[in-house]
C-alpha cells in the first residue's frame, strides 16, 4: 500500500511519481484510507477525495488484505458478493 501524499512533496512530483508507477504496473487500484474502499484509477468517487486519504494498491489481493472493501460504484459486482459474506 502506497500513500498519495508520501510519493511526493508537491503536486507536481506526486502526479510524476504515481504516473511512472501505474505505466510500470506497481498501481492498478486506489483506495480511500478513511472508509476502506478500494476501486478502479478512474472511478469517478476516487477521483474526488483529498491526497491525504488516498492510497494506492498493485492488486486486489494488496487491497483485501490490508482490510479495504470494493467500491460500490466502480466495482458493483465485487461489492455485492463482499456485502452477502458480511
Not at 511519481?17 to 483506495?31: E, F, H, N, P, Q
Not at 498493485?58 to 460504484?73: H, I, M
Request: charged share 30%; with cysteine; net charge positive.
Amino acid at each position: 500500500m502506497i500513500n498519495h501524499i508520501d510519493i511526493g512533496r508537491t503536486p507536481k512530483e506526486r502526479t510524476k511519481a504515481i504516473g511512472s508507477l501505474i505505466r510500470k504496473g506497481d498501481v492498478t487500484l486506489g483506495g480511500y484510507k478513511k472508509a476502506k474502499i478500494y476501486g478502479l484509477l478512474t472511478c469517478p468517487s476516487g477521483k474526488r477525495m483529498k491526497v491525504e486519504n488516498r492510497v494506492f494498491f498493485k492488486d486486489e489481493a494488496e487491497a483485501l488484505s490490508n482490510g479495504y472493501r470494493p467500491c460500490g460504484r466502480c466495482l458493483p459486482e465485487k461489492y455485492q458478493i463482499w456485502k452477502v459474506s458480511q
